[in-house]
């Protein structure tokens, strides 16, 4: 019996269909539809075929119980503490399934193994040589080239509200205390601060700033500005396609 299945490639899927010649699959829905019943040494199992949409009831002499993988204890802190995502399943999320299958969003991290996903050995291994190659490459340059792109605070302005911290998809903001000296007093401000290592200029701090105190690197609002005024002024040409 079995409630779903992840088959991860090609390999996986003729196995599959090779076991059917020798074994019964049935689906079930819901753990708490089956009942499992010790009697004169015998399992009597019974629950709802989803497939069929029948009720199976048979007695059997061994029961064998296999769960489902989960990740790691620790995973979600681990995450946290890298500034990696995680998916719905609470496994570790690659930065694109086929454009980047081994790297983070943040770079010079890597994924490979069970991590990422339950997985056979062999693929297991494969994305372990890339993630191992990734991981060579930088430390043959022996730097990171970050993104050109991103934001930064007008400590000015910046009146320490914290709300860019909690839409910041990849943790590349953080809250630092500097002190500033007003006449004859001392006072401690908390201000926003950017980690450009981190920051990928997503743009998402800039918009959620109320008061406007953040800003993009070749993308700032006086940029942008600009080019919504000179919109009108540009000859728009119709051109029409056979």
């Known amino acids: ?7 991860s490639d090609l390999n996986a899927e003729n196995l599959w269909r090779g076991l059917r010649k020798k074994v019964t699959y049935e689906r079930y829905r819901s753990i708490d539809d089956i009942k499992i019943i010790n009697e004169n040494e015998n399992f009597h199992i019974s629950y709802k075929n989803v497939n069929a949409q029948t009720k199976i009831e048979y ?9 489902p993988k989960i990740p790691a204890d620790g995973t979600e802190q681990l995450a946290k503490l890298l500034k990696v995502a995680t998916n719905i399943d609470g496994f570790f999320l690659e930065a ?4 980047r299958p081994i790297d983070f969003a943040t770079e ?7 991590a990422h996903w339950p997985k056979w050995i062999g693929e297991s291994i494969t994305q372990a040589y890339g993630a191992a190659g990734r991981a060579a490459i930088i430390m043959v340059k022996g730097e990171i080239e ?24 990849y943790n590349a903001i953080e809250l630092i205390d500097i002190n500033k000296e007003m006449g004859l007093y001392n006072i401690s401000l908390r201000k926003a601060r950017i980690v450009n290592a981190v920051c990928k200029g ?12 953040i800003d993009q690197n070749h993308f700032s609002k006086f940029q942008i500005n600009k080019m ?14 056979v």
């Open 202 to 213: 997503c743009g998402a701090c800039v918009v959620e700033c109320s008061v406007g105190a």
């Open 228 to 241: 919504i005024d000179l919109l009108p002024s540009l000859d728009i040409i119709d051109y029409e396609f």
């Open 96 to 99: 694109d399934a086929k454009l």
């Open 59 to 67: 007695n059997t002499d061994l029961l064998i119980l296999a769960t």
């Open 1 to 7: 019996m079995y409630r779903e299945f992840q088959l």
């Open 108 to 114: 010079g991290i890597f994924l490979c193994g069970g």
């Open 146 to 169: 970050t993104e050109c792109i991103t934001s930064y605070i007008n400590e000015e302005k910046c009146i320490g509200c914290a709300k860019c911290i909690e839409v910041c998809p």
